[in-house]
């Protein structure tokens, strides 16, 4: 139970007061948004119990233009990206790849105004 309730500290933002959007689910990548509609979250979910980030991520958006930050829910690292044609394209850093800290999923809040 203590590692489910510590997910949740880290990820409930995007669980709770959100719903899910289309596409609902694409590559074990989830999605949900928040009730004021200005977030979307994108939950990569991981083979692992340790997540292992890959070097770029893809989100597909639909309906979402004008993504002003993204940010990886339990980490303070600045995350670059940038968003063409619905696709918001994530560079994940290094440091973050292999030794993320995070368990089972990470979730990347994507803010929009």
């Known amino acids: 139970m203590a590692g489910i309730a510590d997910w949740i500290k880290i990820n409930g933002q995007g669980?709770?007061?959100s719903r899910v959007i289309a596409p609902y689910s694409e590559n074990n990548i989830f999605y949900t948004q928040s009730k004021n509609k200005k977030s979307v979250y994108a939950y990569v979910l991981s083979e692992a119990e340790e997540v292992k980030l890959?070097?770029?991520l893809q989100f597909k958006l639909n309906g979402v233009?004008?993504?002003?930050?993204?940010?990886?829910?339990?980490s303070n690292k600045n995350i670059k990206?940038?968003?063409s044609?619905?696709?918001?394209?994530?560079?994940?850093?290094?440091s973050?790849?292999?030794?993320?800290g995070l368990k089972n999923a990470a979730a990347f809040k994507l803010d929009y105004p």
Do not use: R
């Open 15 to 17: 669980i709770y007061s």
């Open 54 to 56: 890959p070097a770029t």
């Open 65 to 74: 233009k004008g993504v002003k930050k993204v940010s990886l829910l339990g």
């Open 81 to 83: 990206w940038q968003e």
């Open 85 to 94: 044609g619905g696709i918001v394209t994530v560079n994940v850093p290094v």
């Open 96 to 100: 973050l790849q292999n030794n993320s």
